[in-house]
């Protein structure tokens, strides 16, 4: 049974750093696209960045570049969104998703599998 897991969310300050890691089992980890999107209160899910099967990525909203960071580990079937100097605005929960394709997408609609979600909550 394919499974996403997220971890690593929480309270933080204004200006901290929280890693997000995505555990993914049921699967061949290495064949698959993860993507990362988050969703605020009473705001449409925003795709933030997306890493192919073969280690390349994509930063998808213009308020997280240069700030987020995603990376994979396939040999721990993980993938990581290092979050750095983060803001107010970050706050969301936040969602893995697995596409079985070797190309990335910022359209949640192309994904088919999803995390539970974590919760990040940016405020001093």
Known sequence: QLQLVESGGGLVQPGGSLRLSCAASGFTFNYYTIGWFRQAPGKEREGVSCINSSGVSFGYADSVKGRFTISRDNAKNTV?????????????????????????SPYGSAYNYWGQGTQVTVSS
């Open 80 to 104: 990581y969104l290092q979050m750095n100097s983060l803001k107010p605005e970050d706050t969301a929960v936040y969602y893995c998703a697995a596409r079985g394709r070797l190309t990335c």
